[in-house]
């Protein structure tokens, strides 16, 4: 069984910063690259930023140089460091493996 459970979502004034985290379980987490992914409503889910099993990084345009993704192996958990956040950034945010979605974390940001 893989699950994987985000956590770190809340309400934030724009300009501030957000951590999100999302624990892995029931897979072999160090093989595998991760990504966090966001919707708002009405919206299509978009990618946010990925990190493979060698710590290489990609971020959407939207994020970059605001966002940061890393990965902890030994706790099997994967983070999403939000910083100078904006109104546009507000959606739910989820953790892929890219074969499991885990099922959200609410993020609002407000002006």
């Given at each position: 069984?893989?699950?994987?459970v ?8 724009a300009?501030?910063s957000?951590?999100?985290s ?11 690259t991760?990504?966090?992914?966001r919707?708002?409503?009405?919206k299509?889910?978009?990618?946010v930023?990925?990190i493979?099993?060698?710590f290489?990084?990609?971020y ?5 140089g605001r966002?940061?993704?890393?990965r902890d192996?030994?706790?099997n958990?994967?983070?999403l460091?939000m910083?100078?956040l904006?109104p546009?950034?507000?959606a739910?945010y ?5 074969v ?12």
């Amino acid at each position: 069984q893989v699950q994987l459970v985000e956590s770190g979502g809340g309400l934030v004034q724009a300009g501030g910063s957000l951590r999100l985290s999302c624990a892995a379980s029931g897979s072999i987490f160090r093989l595998r690259t991760m990504g966090w992914y966001r919707q708002a409503p009405g919206k299509q889910r978009e990618l946010v930023a990925t990190i493979t099993t060698g710590f290489a990084t990609n971020y959407a345009d939207s994020v970059k140089g605001r966002f940061t993704i890393s990965r902890d192996n030994a706790k099997n958990t994967l983070y999403l460091q939000m910083n100078s956040l904006k109104p546009e950034d507000t959606a739910v945010y989820y953790c892929h493996d890219f074969v499991y979605w885990g099922q959200g974390t609410q993020v609002t940001v407000s002006s």
